[in-house]
T-cell receptor, first 112, second 112 residues
């Protein structure tokens, strides 16, 4: 099992450009999450999907959209990137009714 | 709004020392609390999970305690080793079980 995978690992964008961060899990988990991590601030929840076909806003959803493509995949889209979105983005997943979230390795995004 | 604080932000100790990392949270209505380890450039690995009804959990040299009424948790690391060097994050899960709120982390360095 690969667990939770994220692509790309690194990305540099110019202000106003768009991109999609991809996340996939092979553990048959129901719930998936997107977080961002900024220095000294821990991780903050952007969006989550409790099950296939549902998505909900987290703490910092502005400037982002998500798609739960199927049970395995949950993508995060930046329509018009801003320097404030420079961060490390983590995807996570967990089984329905479970407590532990399993995290991917992260995508380091820089917006110039 | 739940807020999670970790003190100290950074800690450097000689190998072999026992040490305590602190985590406090403002809203005691939590479902459970987790401690994670994060190595540089990597994702998060779950270390210990304490249910809200529990007082502590142990795994090897790690012991985590929870005092829900006072909004505090501690992570005790016995006989620290250089391989323990990492950032340690605590996170609380809300009663709906769908949202993790993270602290800013404690960056630990264990010197040989």
């Amino acid at each position: 099992n690969a667990g939770v995978t994220q692509t790309p690992k690194f990305q540099v964008l110019k202000t106003g450009q768009s991109m999609t961060l991809q996340c996939a899990q092979d553990m048959n988990h129901n719930s998936m999450y997107w977080y961002r991590q900024d220095p000294g601030m821990g991780l903050r929840l952007i969006y989550y999907s409790a099950s296939e076909g549902t998505t909900d806003k987290g703490e910092v959803p502005n400037g982002y959209n998500v798609s739960r493509l199927n049970k395995r995949e949950f993508s995060l889209r930046l329509e018009s990137a801003a320097p404030s979105q420079t961060s490390v983005y983590f995807c996570a997943s967990k089984i329905a009714g479970g407590d532990t979230q399993y995290f991917g390795p992260g995508t380091r995004l820089t917006v110039l | 709004k739940q807020e999670v604080t970790q003190i100290p932000a950074a800690l450097s100790v000689p190998e072999g020392e026992n040490l305590v990392l602190n985590c406090s949270f403002t809203d005691s209505a939590i479902y459970n609390l987790q401690w994670f380890r994060q190595d540089p450039g990597k994702g998060l690995t779950s270390l210990l999970l304490i249910q809200s009804s529990q007082r502590e959990q142990t795994s090897g040299r790690l012991n985590a305690s929870l005092d829900k009424s006072s909004g505090r948790s501690t992570l005790y690391i016995a006989a620290s080793q250089p391989g323990d060097s990492a950032t340690y994050l605590c996170a609380v899960i809300n009663n709906a079980g769908n949202m993790l709120t993270f602290g800013g982390g404690t960056r630990l360095m264990v010197k040989p």
